[in-house]
């Protein structure tokens, strides 16, 4: 037997600490659940978010109240520092309020202790962000997969096939990480996120790293699972094309709600957002 090397041994302790990470995430309950149509899924109320203090103080978010309804795709949308990732984060529990309180499913996620909110995360919440946390070790597929072998779940083979081929990755399911492009990881990281048809998914520039073509498979696939399973989907995206799948579309500036609207064509959200880019 070979000795194990320096670089081997902090290779192997990478893939177990990440592995030990997704277990935690991905390990529990996560069935997806239809929902009365015309529900508020997600509700939050006077959310505000400041960082720094005094002159250096940056108002993110300024008391926002909003509502996303069960069974519809949201598109969040704004110009640079207008606060949409940042209700984003808090809206998932992944970043908490100065001010305000949000409800996931009738819970109040801004109450829990750490322990609640990250079952709550990995029973409700799905997340789709540009960056991937995928496994060296193991094949694009097993790397798909990986949340429902990790809670002991078969996957639902019909909803797999769709998930793989919305991405476009039929023909890279046997690959490993290293021998995929970056976009093929990102998506092997988008169907990953899907495939426990999560109760509500938050998806923060789905298709920023991706070409038109895949990045139009993304969004059809979100599209469709809106349509078809009744998902919720709650999208960041300073794209106008990607908003324009959206059954709601929510401008934000400067930290506040500047105008909510049902669905918008292409150039009436690119419009908007160029006349939101205008100083006050």
Same mark, same amino acid.
């Given at each position: 037997m070979q000795p194990t090397t320096t670089r081997e041994s902090e290779s192997l302790v990478e893939e177990r600490d990440a592995l030990?990470? @997704? &277990? +935690?995430?991905?390990?529990?309950?996560?069935?997806?659940?239809?929902? %009365?149509?015309?529900?508020?899924? /997600?509700?939050a109320r006077g959310l505000s978010r400041t960082y720094g203090k005094g002159d250096a103080k940056v108002h993110a978010l300024r008391d926002v109240d909003i509502d996303f309804t069960a069974g519809r795709l949201t598109a969040i949308m704004g110009p640079s520092g207008s606060g949409k990732s940042t209700l984003m984060h808090i809206l998932a529990g @992944?970043?908490? %309020?100065?001010?305000? +309180?949000?409800?996931?499913?009738? /819970?109040?996620?801004?109450?829990l202790k750490e322990k609640k909110l990250t079952q709550l995360r990995r029973d409700k919440i799905g997340f789709?962000?540009?960056?991937?946390n995928l496994l060296a070790t193991l094949t694009a597929d097993e790397n798909i997969v990986l949340p429902l072998s990790l809670a002991?779940?078969?996957?639902?083979?019909?909803w797999r096939r769709?998930?793989?081929?919305? /991405?476009? @990755?039929?023909?890279?399911?046997t690959h490993r990480p290293a021998e995929l492009s970056g976009g093929q990881q990102q998506r092997v990281a988008v169907a990953r996120a899907l495939i426990t048809r999560p109760a509500v998914l938050f998806a923060d520039e789905p298709t920023g790293n991706l070409d038109s073509r895949t990045?139009? &498979?993304? @969004?059809d696939l979100l599209r469709r699972s809106v349509?078809?399973?009744g998902q919720t989907v709650i999208m960041v995206t300073h794209d106008a094309g990607a908003a324009s799948i959206a059954d709601r579309v929510v401008f934000l500036k400067d930290g506040r709600i500047e105008l909510?609207?049902? +669905?918008?064509?292409?150039d009436a959200i690119y419009d908007t957002i160029k006349n939101l880019e205008v100083p006050r």
């Open positions: 030990a990470q @997704l &277990e +935690r995430q991905f390990t529990g309950e996560s069935r997806f659940a239809e929902r %009365p149509e015309g529900r508020a899924v /997600v509700t @992944l970043d908490q %309020p100065t001010g305000g +309180r949000v409800a996931i499913d009738g /819970v109040e996620i801004t109450r789709i962000f540009q960056s991937f002991r779940r078969r996957a639902d083979e019909g769709a998930v793989i081929e919305a /991405v476009g @990755l039929q023909d890279r399911l990045g139009g &498979e993304v @969004l349509d078809e399973f909510d609207e049902d +669905r918008m064509t292409r």
